[in-house]
Nanobody, 120 residues
Framework: QVQLVESGGGLVQAGGSLRLSCAASGSIFSINVMGWYRQAPGKQRELVALITQGDSTNYADSVKGRFTISRDAAKNTMYLQMNSLQPEDTAVYYC??????????????WGQGTQVTVSS
């Protein structure tokens, strides 16, 4: 089992910045991909950004150039630096960890979520 704990959400004005953190513990060896997802009211959960064990990254088009995903392997912690925030970024942000083997995705773990609210 992997436990994920997010922190860093809050209320910010449009154009502002926030940094989210996700601390992982437990069977860390069982995962090789971590990422951030978000879910706005009335919408489906969507991918924001992913980072692999080799530090390859992938971003949703809507956040490219504004958000940066990173990790500190020594601290088992992943980050999401969010700049130039807009009201449409308002959502609950979830940390995710899983393992990819070939085309298979296994062992999905989720944090409890942290609210990000951007006022106009």
């Amino acid at each position: 089992q992997v436990q994920l704990v997010e922190s860093g959400g809050g209320l910010v004005q449009a154009g502002g910045s926030l940094r989210l953190s996700c601390a992982a513990s437990g069977s860390i060896f069982s995962i090789n991909v971590m990422g951030w997802y978000r879910q706005a009211p009335g919408k489906q959960r969507e991918l924001v950004a992913l980072i692999t064990q080799g530090d390859s990254t992938n971003y949703a088009d809507s956040v490219k150039g504004r958000f940066t995903i990173s990790r500190d392997a020594a601290k088992n912690t992943m980050y999401l630096q969010m700049n130039s925030l807009q009201p449409e970024d308002t959502a609950v942000y979830y940390c995710n960890a899983h393992r990819v083997r070939g085309s298979l995705r296994m062992g999905d773990y989720w944090g409890q979520g942290t609210q990000v609210t951007v006022s106009s």
